[in-house]
C-alpha cells in the first residue's frame, strides 16, 4: 500500500524497508521501523515548508508589485525567519533552491534565465483569492512515468539494443559523451532521449539543452557581466552553472545538459576551467577550482557527480574545426551511421502504411547513394546521407510524392554543396534516387 511520497514518487513501505539504503544502516527491519516513522515525519513536515516557502514568495511579489523576484532577492528578506521557524535546518539556502526547483515542477514557478522566477497567474488585486488553489497543487504529488531504454527504442531508434546498452553504460560511467556521425544519422533525436533515460522520466525539468555557435564564449557558458537594469555590471550565471548548482542542491535525482553542435564553437575556450572539472574522477568538493569570475565567499566550484553533458558532433561540415585531445579524454565518443536496415523498414512500414516492397526500393537506392558517397575520395563515409531524412512516424497517403519532396529538397541541396564543382555526379546521384521511382 502506498501511504507516503519521496521526491514526488509514491512509496510502498514494505518495499523501502527492503531497499539497501535501510538494510546497510539499520540492519534488521524491524529494529528500522522507528527510523522509518522518522522519516515518513520528516516528509509529510515538507509539504509545511513548501507552503511556508510558497507564502513567503506570495509576499515578497506583492511588496515588490511584480511577479518576478529572485533567489537572493527571497533570502535577503526571508532566510532569517526561515531559520527561526525551522532551526534544525542547517542549509536554508540549499533547501530553498530545491524547493523552487520542486515548485517549477508543479509549475507554479516559472524559470527566466539569469537567476530569476516567475510566480504563475499573479495578480496583485487577486492573489488572496488564489492562495488556496495554489497551496492545494502542492500536496498533490507529480506521478511521472519512467522511461527507459525500452520507450527509446520504441520511439523509433534503429540502433542494436546491445549498442545502446553500451552508449548508456559509458555515459554512466564517464559522465560525459558524445554522439557524432553524418548529418541526419538522429544525433540530437538520440541525445535527448538519452537524456530522459539518465533522469529516469519523460518530460522532466532537470534537462537544458543548448547549441554552441562560432560567438559563444565562456562568459554566455559558465559566467560572466552583464548590463543590468539599472545600468550597471552584474555577474550572472551562465546555463552551466546554472543546472551545476540545481543538481548539487539536488543529490537525488540526475541532471543532464545536451550541447548540439558542440564543436562548432571552441569547447576548450567555452568550458575554461571546466575542462578539468568534468572528469569523472574530479567531481568532489576536493577538487574544486576558483572560476575566472568569482563570486564574494566562493572558495571554489566543483562540478557535482549527478551532472551528466551529453555533446553532438557534425563531422561532415568542413567548417568547424575538429574537438582537441584535451576534450576528447573526457568524453566517451560514439558514432552513428546511416540506419536504412530491416529495424527502420519495419518501423515505417507500421507508422506510414508504405507498402514492405516500396521501402526496400528506398532501402537500395539510399545505400547505392551513400557507397558512391563513401567512395568518393573528396568525401567518404562521414558524408554519407542519414535515416532521418527518410523517416517519419506518420501515415504518408502519396508515398511517391513525399519521396520526391525529400529528395528534390533536402537531399539534392546537401549533395549540392559536396559536389558543387561537380555538376554530372549530382546529376547522376539524382537519377539513382528518382529514376522509375514510382
Known amino acids: 500500500m502506498v501511504n507516503f511520497t519521496f521526491h514526488n514518487q509514491p512509496q510502498d513501505i514494505n518495499r523501502f524497508c527492503n531497499a539497501p539504503y535501510w538494510r546497510e544502516r539499520f540492519g534488521d ?9 522518522d522519516f515518513i515525519n520528516q516528509v509529510q513536515e515538507n509539504n509545511g515548508w513548501q507552503q511556508t516557502v510558497l507564502g513567503f514568495i506570495q509576499e515578497l511579489c506583492q511588496q515588490n508589485d511584480s511577479d518576478i523576484f529572485t533567489r537572493q532577492q527571497f533570502l535577503n528578506q526571508y532566510q532569517q ?43 496583485s488585486d487577486t492573489t488572496d483569492e488564489k492562495d488556496t488553489d495554489i497551496m492545494k497543487s502542492i500536496d498533490q504529488p ?31 560511467e564517464k559522465k560525459n559523451l558524445i ?71 539536488d543529490v537525488n535525482t540526475n541532471y543532464v545538459m545536451v550541447i548540439e553542435e558542440i564543436n562548432r564553437g571552441n569547447p576548450a575556450q567555452i568550458f ?12 568532489t568538493a576536493q ?34 574545426a575538429m574537438v582537441d585531445f584535451a576534450l576528447r579524454r573526457r568524453f566517451a565518443f560514439f558514432s552513428l551511421h546511416p540506419n536504412f536496415g530491416d529495424v527502420w523498414r519495419k518501423y ?11 521501402l526496400q526500393d528506398w532501402q537500395q537506392r539510399m545505400h547505392q547513394l ?23 512516424n506518420k501515415s504518408i497517403a502519396d508515398a511517391d510524392n513525399w519521396f520526391r519532396h525529400i529528395i528534390q529538397t533536402e537531399i539534392q541541396p546537401l549533395l549540392a554543396e559536396y559536389w558543387f564543382d561537380e555538376p554530372d555526379k549530382i546529376k547522376d546521384a539524382i537519377e539513382l534516387l528518382l529514376s522509375d521511382a514510382s
Open 29 to 37: 527491519i524491524n529494529l528500522a521501523k522507528q527510523q522509518l516513522n
Open 81 to 123: 525567519q526561515l531559520q527561526i521557524l525551522y532551526p534544525n535546518n542547517k542549509t536554508i539556502g540549499q533547501s530553498v533552491s530545491r524547493t523552487l526547483q520542486e515548485l517549477r515542477d508543479k509549475k507554479i514557478l516559472f524559470f527566466k534565465g539569469n537567476g530569476q522566477y516567475k510566480l504563475s497567474d499573479y495578480n
Open 370 to 392: 551513400n557507397q558512391l558517397i563513401s567512395d568518393d575520395p573528396m568525401l567518404g563515409a562521414a558524408f554519407t546521407i542519414g535515416h532521418s531524412y527518410l523517416t517519419s
Open 287 to 320: 577538487e574544486a577550482l576558483e572560476l575566472a569570475y568569482k563570486r564574494e565567499h566562493e572558495k571554489g566550484f566543483f562540478i557535482p557527480d549527478n551532472l551528466y553533458v551529453i555533446g553532438t558532433m557534425n563531422i561532415a561540415d568542413r567548417s568547424l
Open 348 to 358: 515505417m512500414a507500421e507508422k506510414t502504411n508504405i507498402s514492405p516492397e516500396k
Open 142 to 172: 507529480v506521478i511521472r512515468e519512467p522511461y527507459t531504454l525500452n520507450d527509446l527504442i520504441a520511439e523509433g531508434c534503429f540502433i542494436d539494443p546491445d549498442q545502446l546498452a553500451i552508449i548508456q553504460a559509458r555515459l554512466t
Open 272 to 283: 575554461g576551467e571546466m575542462l578539468t572539472l568534468l572528469e569523472a574522477n574530479k567531481r
Open 179 to 249: 554522439l557524432q556521425g553524418p548529418p541526419g544519422t538522429g544525433k540530437t533525436w538520440l541525445a535527448k532521449r538519452l537524456a530522459h533515460v539518465i533522469v529516469g522520466y519523460r518530460d522532466f525539468d532537470n534537462i537544458k539543452a543548448i547549441q554552441f555557435h562560432p560567438n559563444m564564449s565562456y562568459e554566455d557558458f559558465i559566467r560572466g557581466y552583464r548590463p543590468s537594469s539599472n545600468g550597471k555590471l552584474e555577474l550572472i550565471d551562465g546555463p552551466f552553472i546554472e543546472i551545476a548548482n540545481q543538481a548539487r542542491n
